[in-house]
T-cell receptor
Framework: NAGVTQTPKFRVLKTGQSMTLLCAQD?????MYWYRQDPGMGLRLIHY???????AKGEVPDGYNVSRLKKQNFLLGLESAAPSQTSVYFC???????????????FGPGTRLTVT | LAKTTQPVSMDSYEGQEVNITCSHN???????ITWYQQFPSQGPRFIIQ???TKVTNEVASLFIPADRKSSTLSLPRVSLSDTAVYYC?????????????FGDGTTLTVKP
């Protein structure tokens, strides 16, 4: 199993450009998450999903949109990138209710995004 | 969501036991306590989770007092490879999609 994979690993955007980050998991997990991590700080939740076709806002959703059309994929979109969105983006998944009382989130390797 | 407070940084030496304490005064009845480890340029990795008393696995122990307002992650005999950021999270696993706040974590530096 590959676990959680993220595409791309690195990206440089100009202000105003758009892009989509792809997260894929092969563990049949119900829950998926997008976080951002700024230098020297912890992770902040952007959006999350509790199942195919559902999404919800996290702590810092402004400027981002997400979609979960397939259970194994969770896409994060930036419609008009801003320098403040320069960060490392992590995707994670967890079993959800199917995992009983486990709260283990499995993280991808991250996408380093720079907006100039 | 319960707020957590951890020391910003800690230093230790190889072979020592390290205890990192997390304060979570407003923990809710159904909340669990979870610890993650993060190395530079990597995503966090699950270490241990518990609800009360003591939990032990192959890499760490988690001590939770009866009032559950704090918890202590114990790493036995640390090595240089344990240098990382450690995050304490408090949340309910199966509601709100298990959402929790990561906070800024504790940077552990293990010296030779």
């Amino acid at each position: 199993n590959a676990g959680v994979t993220q595409t791309p690993k690195f990206r440089v955007l100009k202000t105003g450009q758009s892009m989509t980050l792809l997260c894929a998991q092969d563990m049949n997990h119900e829950y998926m998450y997008w976080y951002r991590q700024d230098p020297g700080m912890g992770l902040r939740l952007i959006h999350y999903s509790v199942g195919e076709g559902t999404t919800a806002k996290g702590e810092v959703p402004d400027g981002y949109n997400v979609s979960r059309l397939k259970k194994q994929n969770f896409l994060l979109g930036l419609e008009s990138a801003a320098p403040s969105q320069t960060s490392v983006y992590f995707c994670a998944s967890s079993p959800g209710l199917a995992g009983f009382l486990t709260y283990e989130q499995y993280f991808g390797p991250g996408t380093r995004l720079t907006v100039t | 969501l319960a707020k957590t407070t951890q020391p910003v940084s800690m230093d230790s030496y190889e072979g020592q036991e390290v205890n990192i304490t997390c304060s979570h005064n407003n923990i809710a009845t159904n909340d669990y306590i979870t610890w993650y480890q993060q190395f530079p340029s990597q995503g966090p990795r699950f270490i241990i989770q518990g609800y009360k008393t003591k939990v032990t696995n192959e890499v760490a122990s988690l001590f939770i007092p009866a009032d559950r307002k704090s918890s202590t992650l114990s790493l036995p005999r640390v090595s240089l490879s344990d240098t990382a950021v450690y995050y304490c999270l408090v949340g309910e696993p199966n509601t709100n999609a298990g959402k929790s706040t990561f906070g800024d974590g504790t940077t552990l530096t293990v010296k030779p």
